[in-house]
């Protein structure tokens, strides 16, 4: 039994515009700021009431 088949070349791949317009916006403006984790909300809220100056507790 005998398999004929063509051997296909890597095509190549056409113009994206969305990564042309993004590597000319990144000229432009510069780079992103990289991406920080979001705090979780107990840890991001401020305390109901402030403490006293005078008031600190040993650790």
């Known amino acids: 039994m005998r398999l004929w088949y063509v051997a296909k ?4 791949k056409g113009f994206d515009q969305n990564k042309g317009v993004r590597k000319l916006a990144r000229e432009r403006v510069g780079t992103v700021p990289p991406a920080h984790p979001i705090e979780p909300k107990d840890k991001r809220k401020k305390p109901k009431h402030k403490k006293p100056a005078g008031d600190e507790e040993p650790a």
């Open 9 to 12: 070349g890597s095509e190549r």
